[in-house]
């Protein structure tokens, strides 16, 4: 019972949906009943270990009403997902032809996070029936764990979202967070809030806190005077210079860390400098400059958003110590460690102790109730702080000296970090500087703020790279379909190239650029899709999309403008005719609305399948006067018949008659080489270099 067989990971588009989805056979058994209410205490037990369930449309409810199991089993994969961290909906089921067996499918976010959590259902759902215990919570935070480890960052995610809502094509490059966003000639890398014209040079000078304020200071932007130290006692020489308090931190840093600010004795100046140096050797010691700590947000020639930080801290209830107080605070589930979340852990380091001291307290004090706490004196998120955004607040001069900063930096993307008394006055005004300028900024504090509202951070970063609504795609030829799609893949692509366009190519025998076989073997799987979309010299993919490859791994892309759908496809041992002719139209709902599908008239499915499909059809045909040919183009429709042994392209009455005659070519016969001229006409090749094409 509950016996999982083969999984598939559709990552593409598929029979299913256009999210990635998990596919999978379960096996029943022959237990009692599919139902839970035949099992009398199924309902309850997991009513009692997961509260949250039932947010998707009562389902709890439809349990109640005799849901099968299998449907349990594929709400609880979801459910454990959200649990997670993921955010996943689609899920569906239905019985195979053998008794007690289904088919059961459920939407992934990352394919990782999605198996754990079916793993975990398994087991749940098992334990339930069976009325074993199951440690729910120690499980879930199993996964959550594994969620924050290999999902995309708070900012990537902004990023990605942003992106997707653009139509913007989308893929994560390793790893991490670096995404590849668009394809070929069009594409744009970003890595969280670096892009690929943040430039080596920008960024040096950012992790350098001297030059960047000695350049600061040269266009007129108020920084703090400072200089680097060598040795505790020098700092202590420089901050009597300077004039107490002052700041210490590593002159090459990043995230707060080794940073101490409003240093008032020589104990905390040497305590500072030993933290710092433990981050680098390099030490700087500036003024220290009284005001809020606040981030301006710069993307291209504007600030799009602006926090206030408050440092890392805890409230005294008259009965917890600090230590317990910080627990308590790093409960939250949205605080984790580094940066995987919208918050960071707070942690009783040497500069939080060296804080604590100051204010008279260790880890075991307890601080009467109401009594706030600082265990930083700077309010990085990194080092547990809080942050409310004050984007509305901001004076336009304030805006357009950390727009000069970014500019003398030469970051695209920055983040200023201010500190200033009042954020709605110019800051020569008050004394006010721009402390530092960091490249590849956080964007979790606007994103998801402690107060105020969150700002579009992720769309602005997307607008800086593709202005004026543009969706980074280059045209996609979608061939599927008959024992000659790769023979006619070549073909389109060799009429592409002879139009003058790079084109990238991948069918069964090969990937190519522009004739150039760039990878051996059957490349008409998704991985071989993605790499021609990953050439930033590709002008125009034509990719072979074979009915099994998208049955047992989805497809490569999620549009195309040419979808072509040669004839009914050969058989296959584990798929039946219907599951091939829904690969075959999940090849066609992916045409754009301003596309074209491609479709053999004289193949009996093809009505049905046009339907799938939100763009124009263009019909080929070897016969000139086929019924749904004329009765296509008696509405304006476009089409291309052979007459006489020559092609010709029609649209509605209209017709230009190519002079050369078709022949098979490289293998493939005459329908073949139709459906190829179809497609390369429908791409908008001309007719003049169709005929050219057939004579070459």
Same mark, same amino acid.
């Given at each position: 019972?509950?016996?999982?067989?083969?999984?598939?990971?559709?990552?593409?588009?598929?029979? /299913?949906?256009?999210?990635?989805?998990?596919? #999978?056979?379960?096996?029943?058994?022959?237990?009692?009943?599919?139902?839970?209410?035949?099992?009398?205490?199924?309902?309850?037990?997991?009513?009692?270990?997961?509260?949250?369930?039932?947010?998707?449309?009562?389902?709890?409810?439809?349990?109640?009403?005799?849901?099968?199991?299998?449907?349990?089993?594929? =709400?609880?994969?979801?459910?454990? %997902?959200?649990?997670?961290?993921?955010?996943?909906?689609?899920?569906?089921?239905?019985?195979?032809?053998?008794?007690?067996?289904?088919?059961?499918?459920?939407?992934?976010?990352?394919?990782?996070?999605?198996?754990?959590?079916?793993?975990?259902?398994?087991?749940?759902?098992?334990?339930?029936?069976?009325?074993?215990?199951?440690?729910?919570?120690?499980?879930?935070? +199993?996964?959550?764990?594994?969620?924050?480890?290999?999902?995309?960052?708070?900012?990537?995610?902004? &990023?990605?979202?942003?992106?997707?809502?653009?139509?913007?094509?989308?893929?994560? #490059?390793?790893?991490?967070?670096?995404?590849?966003?668009? +394809?070929?000639?069009?594409?744009?890398?970003? /890595?969280?809030?670096?892009?690929?014209?943040?430039?080596? &040079?920008?960024?040096?000078?950012? %992790?350098?806190?001297?030059?960047?304020?000695?350049?600061?200071?040269?266009?007129?932007?108020?920084?703090? %005077?400072?200089?680097?130290?060598?040795?505790?006692? =020098?700092?202590?020489?420089?901050?009597?210079?300077?004039?107490?308090?002052?700041?210490?931190?590593?002159?090459?840093?990043? +995230?707060?860390?080794?940073?101490?600010?409003?240093?008032?004795?020589?104990?905390?100046?040497?305590?500072?400098?030993?933290?710092?140096?433990?981050?680098?050797?390099? &030490?700087?010691?500036?003024?220290?400059?009284?005001?809020?700590?606040?981030?301006?947000?710069?993307?291209?020639? $504007?600030?799009?958003?602006?926090?206030? $930080?408050?440092?890392? %801290?805890?409230?005294?209830?008259?009965?917890?110590?600090?230590?317990?107080?910080?627990?308590?605070?790093?409960?939250?589930?949205?605080?984790?460690?580094?940066?995987?979340?919208?918050?960071?852990?707070?942690?009783?380091?040497?500069?939080?102790?060296?804080?604590?001291?100051?204010?008279?307290?260790?880890?075991?004090?307890?601080?009467?109730?109401?009594?706030?706490?600082?265990?930083?004196?700077? !309010?990085?998120?990194?080092?547990?702080?809080?942050?409310?955004? &004050?984007?509305?607040?901001?004076?336009?001069?304030?805006?357009?000296?950390?727009?000069? !900063?970014?500019?003398?930096?030469?970051?695209?993307?920055?983040?200023?970090?201010?500190?200033?008394?009042?954020?709605?006055?110019?800051?020569?005004?008050?004394?006010?500087?721009?402390?530092?300028?960091?490249?590849?900024?956080?964007?979790?504090?606007?994103?998801?703020?402690?107060?105020?509202?969150?700002?579009? *951070?992720?769309?602005?970063?997307?607008?800086?790279?593709?202005?004026?609504?543009?969706?980074?795609?280059?045209?996609?030829?979608?061939?599927?379909?008959?024992?000659?799609?790769?023979?006619?893949?070549?073909? *389109?692509?060799?009429?592409?190239?002879?139009?003058?366009?790079?084109?990238?190519?991948?069918?069964?025998?090969?990937?190519?650029?522009?004739?150039?076989?760039?990878?051996?073997?059957?490349?008409?799987?998704?991985?071989?899709?993605?790499?021609?979309? #990953?050439?930033?010299?590709?002008? *125009?993919?034509?990719? =072979?999309?074979?009915?099994?490859?998208?049955?047992?791994?989805?497809?490569?892309?999620? $549009?195309?403008?040419?979808?072509?759908?040669?004839?009914?496809?050969?058989?296959?041992?584990?798929?039946?005719?219907?599951?091939?002719?829904?690969?075959?139209?999940?090849?066609?709902?992916?045409?754009?609305?301003?596309?074209?599908?491609?479709?053999?008239?004289?193949?009996?499915?093809?009505?049905?399948?046009?339907?799938?499909?939100?763009?124009?059809?263009?019909?080929?045909?070897?016969?000139?006067?086929?019924?749904?040919?004329?009765?296509? $183009?008696?509405?304006?429709?476009?089409?291309?018949?052979?007459?006489?042994?020559?092609?010709?392209?029609?649209?509605?009455?209209? =017709?230009?008659?190519?002079?050369?005659?078709?022949?098979?070519?490289?293998?493939?016969?005459?329908?073949?080489?139709?459906?190829?001229?179809?497609?390369? /006409?429908?791409?908008?090749?001309?007719?003049?270099?169709?005929?050219?094409?057939?004579?070459?």
């Amino acid at each position: 019972m509950l016996d999982i067989g083969s999984i598939r990971t559709l990552r593409g588009p598929n029979i /299913w949906a256009e999210c990635p989805v998990l596919e #999978l056979t379960l096996d029943l058994g022959e237990a009692p009943g599919d139902a839970p209410g035949q099992h009398p205490d199924l309902l309850e037990r997991l009513a009692s270990w997961l509260s949250t369930l039932g947010e998707r449309g009562d389902f709890l409810a439809r349990l109640g009403q005799g849901a099968g199991l299998a449907d349990t089993l594929a =709400e609880l994969v979801l459910e454990l %997902q959200t649990l997670a961290g993921s955010r996943v909906a689609f899920r569906q089921t239905s019985p195979t032809a053998t008794p007690g067996q289904y088919r059961v499918v459920c939407e992934y976010d990352e394919a990782a996070v999605g198996l754990a959590c079916l793993d975990s259902a398994r087991a749940l759902l098992a334990a339930a029936l069976n009325g074993d215990p199951f440690e729910v919570a120690a499980e879930i935070g +199993h996964l959550r764990a594994l969620c924050q480890d290999v999902h995309l960052g708070p900012s990537t995610t902004a &990023i990605a979202r942003a992106a997707r809502a653009r139509g913007i094509p989308v893929r994560r #490059l390793g790893q991490d967070n670096l995404l590849l966003l668009g +394809h070929g000639v069009h594409q744009r890398r970003v /890595w969280t809030a670096e892009t690929d014209r943040t430039g080596a &040079i920008a960024e040096a000078i950012a %992790q350098d806190k001297d030059l960047t304020r000695l350049l600061l200071s040269a266009i007129g932007v108020p920084v703090p %005077q400072g200089r680097p130290v060598a040795s505790a006692e =020098e700092a202590w020489d420089t901050a009597q210079a300077l004039g107490l308090p002052v700041v210490i931190k590593p002159r090459f840093g990043n +995230h707060g860390r080794g940073i101490s600010a409003d240093l008032r004795s020589q104990e905390r100046v040497e305590q500072a400098f030993a933290a710092a140096r433990a981050e680098g050797p390099e &030490i700087l010691c500036e003024q220290h400059i009284e005001g809020a700590d606040h981030r301006l947000l710069v993307v291209g020639e $504007r600030v799009v958003a602006a926090a206030l $930080r408050e440092p890392a %801290q805890v409230e005294g209830d008259g009965v917890a110590n600090i230590l317990e107080l910080v627990d308590r605070v790093n409960g939250d589930p949205r605080r984790s460690e580094g940066h995987a979340t919208v918050l960071s852990l707070i942690k009783l380091d040497a500069i939080g102790l060296a804080v604590l001291a100051e204010q008279g307290y260790s880890p075991d004090s307890i601080p009467a109730a109401g009594a706030r706490v600082l265990i930083r004196n700077t !309010a990085n998120l990194s080092t547990g702080g809080t942050a409310a955004d &004050i984007t509305d607040r901001v004076h336009p001069e304030v805006a357009a000296r950390a727009v000069d !900063a970014a500019r003398v930096v030469g970051l695209d993307i920055a983040g200023v970090d201010i500190l200033a008394k009042d954020i709605g006055r110019p800051l020569e005004a008050q004394g006010g500087a721009v402390v530092e300028v960091n490249a590849g900024p956080g964007l979790r504090m606007h994103l998801e703020p402690s107060a105020g509202a969150p700002r579009p *951070v992720g769309e602005a970063i997307v607008e800086l790279l593709f202005p004026a609504g543009a969706d980074g795609r280059i045209p996609v030829v979608a061939v599927t379909g008959g024992g000659e799609a790769t023979a006619v893949t070549g073909l *389109v692509a060799r009429m592409l190239h002879r139009h003058g366009l790079r084109v990238g190519l991948t069918h069964r025998e090969g990937r190519y650029l522009d004739g150039r076989r760039v990878g051996d073997g059957d490349c008409a799987a998704p991985d071989a899709a993605c790499a021609v979309f #990953l050439n930033p010299l590709v002008e *125009v993919a034509v990719l =072979e999309a074979p009915p099994a490859e998208v049955l047992s791994r989805g497809l490569g892309f999620d $549009r195309c403008r040419v979808g072509v759908v040669l004839g009914a496809p050969g058989a296959l041992d584990d798929a039946d005719a219907d599951d091939l002719t829904r690969a075959q139209a999940c090849v066609l709902a992916t045409v754009a609305a301003d596309g074209v599908a491609v479709l053999n008239a004289e193949d009996p499915r093809s009505a049905a399948l046009a339907a799938h499909c939100g763009g124009s059809v263009l019909w080929f045909a070897l016969d000139p006067d086929h019924p749904g040919v004329r009765a296509h $183009r008696d509405l304006g429709g476009r089409a291309l018949v052979l007459r006489d042994g020559r092609p010709v392209l029609a649209e509605g009455a209209a =017709e230009v008659v190519l002079p050369e005659p078709i022949t098979p070519i490289d293998g493939c016969p005459p329908r073949g080489v139709l459906a190829a001229l179809a497609a390369a /006409w429908a791409l908008g090749v001309p007719a003049a270099t169709l005929a050219e094409a057939l004579r070459g």
